[in-house]
C-alpha cells in the first residue's frame, strides 16, 4: 500500500520569499513518480512538478524546484519568489500500482 | 496541453433520484480515467479506475452498485450516482490519462453534487 504524509496543514509566506513544503511517502513499487499538485479556490488540480523516481536529478519549473531524498522517502517543494498567485492548497502525490495517492495537503498562504 | 471536461460543474438532486456526471477529453484519448472524491477541506479520494471497453475496478469501501462507472469511448467516461442520499453530497474529480502518457493525469475542473 502507498501512503503520502504532508506534515504541514497550514504554511504562510512573505510575498517574494521562499517557502518549503514537506512531504514523505512510503511504497513498496520500484517504479513510481511523484508529483505536487495545486488546488486553488477554483478547485482545478494544477500540476506543479513532477519527478520519476529512477532520476536522481531534482525536478525544475521556474520559480518551483524539489529535494528529492529517495532513501529517506522524501519530497520537499520549494518555491522561491512566493507570489500572490501562489496562494493554494498543495498535495503531494506518489503515483504507483497504477494509482495515485494523495497527501492531506498544505495550505499556503501569501502574505503581502 | 490536455484538456479534460466535466458536466454538470454544479448539481443539486433530491434524496432518491440519481445524477450523472460527464467526464470529457478533449484534445486526447483517454486509455484511462480515474474518479476521485473531495470532501471539504479533506484530500482527493480515488473512487474507481476505468479502462476504455471494461469494466471499472473500484478502491476498496466504494459502493460499485451505488457509483456507477462507464467508460465507453476514448474520450467519455460517466458517474452515476444511484438513488442519491446527503451523505453522498461532495466535490467528485475525474481525471484521464493516454496511450504513452504514463503516470500523467490530467483532471478535470470537478462537480459539486448536492443532495438535499
Known amino acids: 500500500a502507498q501512503t503520502v504524509t504532508q506534515s504541514q496543514p497550514e504554511m504562510s509566506v512573505q510575498e517574494a520569499e521562499t517557502v518549503t513544503l514537506s512531504c514523505t511517502y512510503d511504497?513498496?513499487?520500484?517504479?513510481?513518480?511523484l508529483f505536487w499538485y495545486k488546488q486553488p479556490p477554483s478547485r482545478q488540480m494544477i500540476l506543479v512538478i513532477r519527478?520519476?523516481?529512477?532520476?536522481?536529478q531534482n525536478a525544475t519549473e521556474n520559480r518551483f524546484s524539489v529535494n528529492f531524498q529517495k532513501a529517506a522517502k522524501s519530497f520537499s517543494l520549494k518555491i522561491s519568489d512566493s507570489q500572490l498567485g501562489d496562494a493554494a492548497m498543495y498535495f503531494c502525490?506518489?503515483?504507483?500500482?497504477?494509482?495515485?495517492?494523495f497527501g492531506t495537503g498544505t495550505r499556503l498562504t501569501i502574505i503581502p | 496541453g490536455a484538456v479534460v471536461s466535466q458536466h454538470p460543474s454544479w448539481v443539486i438532486c433530491k434524496s432518491g433520484t440519481s445524477v450523472k456526471i460527464e467526464c470529457r477529453s478533449l484534445?486526447?484519448?483517454?486509455?484511462?480515467m480515474f474518479w476521485y472524491r473531495q470532501f471539504p477541506k479533506q484530500s482527493l479520494m480515488l473512487m474507481a479506475t476505468?479502462?476504455?471497453?471494461?469494466?471499472?475496478?473500484?478502491e476498496q469501501g466504494v459502493e460499485k452498485d451505488k457509483f456507477l462507472i462507464n467508460h465507453a469511448s476514448l474520450t467519455l467516461s460517466t458517474l452515476t450516482v444511484t438513488s442519491a442520499h446527503p451523505e453522498d453530497s461532495s466535490f467528485y474529480i475525474c481525471?484521464?490519462?493516454?496511450?504513452?502518457?504514463?503516470?500523467?493525469?490530467?483532471f478535470g475542473p470537478g462537480t459539486r453534487l448536492t443532495v438535499t
Open positions: 476505468s479502462n476504455e471497453g471494461s469494466k471499472a475496478t473500484y
Open positions: 519527478q520519476e523516481a529512477y532520476k536522481q
Open positions: 481525471s484521464a490519462s493516454g496511450r504513452g502518457q504514463g503516470a500523467e493525469q490530467y
Open positions: 484534445d486526447f484519448q483517454a486509455t484511462t
Open positions: 511504497t513498496s513499487e520500484s517504479d513510481y513518480y
Open positions: 502525490a506518489n503515483f504507483g500500482n497504477e494509482k495515485l495517492t
